[in-house]
């Protein structure tokens, strides 16, 4: 869960200071993959990825990068 909050408070200071090219770096698999496809669940977590969705959107130059080999998946 901390990871899918820090993302979406990295995304959204991006979004904050006018940045219109962001790239997402986590080495935790499943927020890339949910930041990367339409989440779906009702679990709170998933509000977070909703609001990264909606913020990709909004941006419109946007990529979500696993980090390999650096930490936990």
Known sequence: MAEA???R???FLAHRLGFSKVILESDSL???TQVQNAPEGRAPIFHFFEDICVLKIILGN???L???GVGTV
């Open 30 to 32: 499943f927020v890339v």
């Open 66 to 68: 696993m980090l390999e």
């Open 5 to 7: 909050c820090a993302a």
């Open 62 to 64: 946007f990529l979500a």
């Open 9 to 11: 408070f990295g995304v």
